[in-house]
């Protein structure tokens, strides 16, 4: 892994999410994701990495991790030296790969607490994570010119082993009332791009729809195939027919569904309130030129291989952003061996690939 240098001093409020906890940030290039975390979820990560490389493909891409400044310490900071609080956050900088380090076999030292980053509290999302631990994953969403992004929380059972009864209770509650407990997943949050009524598909006019958990939680069995045709067809065109373009990115995103499933059917784990996150380009000219410059790489290709077997080029032309589906959400998640698959997850991802498949067939 190249070494990757992290300026703490320069984390800002990442506004891309569309469910989940407060507190998520982003460096200055939008990048990577500093998100908040507990010490089950840096293990998680950590042992797909090294034991479970299927799982692993599945999941954002770990860079390490960062200790976060609560907002009192970072007032604290302020009132120091201006001279000295730089000179600390200079110091404070580190790349990933010495972040990435572990105490494994003793040689390596826990990653360093640095302050500077101020975690963000007012949110329509769920409350801030109780920790001053962070981890660095790759932004999926970054590269697209208007990412839409749909959050889908997975498992009828929401509550990790460690929850007490009054949390139990709680969202054993939200899963009877919900999808999570017919389906198992809902739709947790989404934010569409939606270009201005009238405007041509070459202009960049329009505005971003957020719908947030509470519009999540009123989808029945009824209607929750609609969230999902307003998420791939936009607010406006519901209704309608699918487009070519965005009949090949429906295609796309069941086709990874199905690979999600395959994989965690190998797999034993169990994960409780971890989400599909769906995302996908929302400009209608970047989709066109992604989906066109995909079909000239495959043509390629089929090229190279009708040429010389054995022969490959040294440069491998990077894929233009058209979609990505990751697993996310891993605060509580552990590998379950001799217990078989996580049935609890795989039920909501079959309810899921069944809706997608059903608007693929009548649009």
């Known amino acids: 892994m190249a070494a990757l240098n992290i300026n703490q001093s320069s984390l800002t409020s990442f506004d891309g ?9 982003t460096d200055q290039s939008g990048d990577l994701i500093v998100k ?13 990495l090294q034991h479970h490389g299927d799982f692993a493909s599945l999941m954002p891409t770990y860079m390490g991790n960062l200790g976060l400044a609560s907002k009192e310490e970072r007032e604290a900071i302020k009132k120091q030296d201006p001279m000295s609080i730089n000179a600390a956050l200079q110091a404070q900088e580190g790349t990933a790969e010495q972040l990435i380090e572990k105490k494994e076999g ?6 360093t607490k640095v302050s500077g980053a101020e975690v963000p509290t007012d949110s329509v999302h769920g409350h801030k994570i109780k920790t001053n631990e962070a981890i660095i994953l790759q932004n999926v969403a970054a590269g697209f010119v208007k990412p839409n992004t749909l959050d889908a929380k997975l498992g009828s059972r929401l509550w990790g082993d460690e929850a007490n009864q009054a949390k139990r209770d709680t969202l054993d509650k939200v899963a009877a009332e919900t ?8 739709v947790a949050g989404m934010r569409v791009w939606e270009p201005k009524e009238g405007s041509r598909s070459d202009e960049a006019e329009g505005e971003y729809k957020v ?15 609609e969230g999902f045709e307003t998420f791939f067809l936009g607010a406006q065109n519901a209704g309608s027919r699918l487009s070519p373009l965005r009949r090949a990115v429906l295609e796309c995103c069941e086709a990874e569904v199905a690979r999600i499933e395959q994989v965690l059917q190998k797999e034993e784990s169990r994960m409780y309130s971890a ?5 996908f380009e929302g400009d209608t000219k970047a989709l066109e030129a992604a989906v066109a410059k995909i079909e000239q790489m495959q043509g390629k290709a089929q090229d190279q291989k009708a040429t010389e077997a054995g022969e490959s080029s040294d440069e491998e032309e990077e894929l233009p952003k058209m979609f990505v589906v990751k697993l996310i959400d891993f605060a509580h998640a552990h590998w ?15 309810s899921m690939r069944k809706i997608l498949q059903d608007i693929l067939r009548q649009k």
């Open 17 to 25: 999410t569309v469910a989940g906890h407060d507190g998520v940030l």
């Open 336 to 350: 379950t061996p001799g217990e078989g698959p996580d049935e609890n997850v795989l039920r909501g991802l079959r």
């Open 179 to 186: 999808t999570s407990g017919s389906l198992g997943f809902r």
């Open 275 to 279: 989400s599909v996150l769906f995302v």
């Open 211 to 225: 719908y947030d958990k509470h519009y999540g939680r009123l989808l029945k069995d009824s209607n929750v195939q």
């Open 36 to 48: 908040p975390c507990t010490a089950a979820e840096t293990a998680f990560y950590q042992s797909a």
């Open 106 to 111: 003793g040689s390596a030292q826990d990653p």
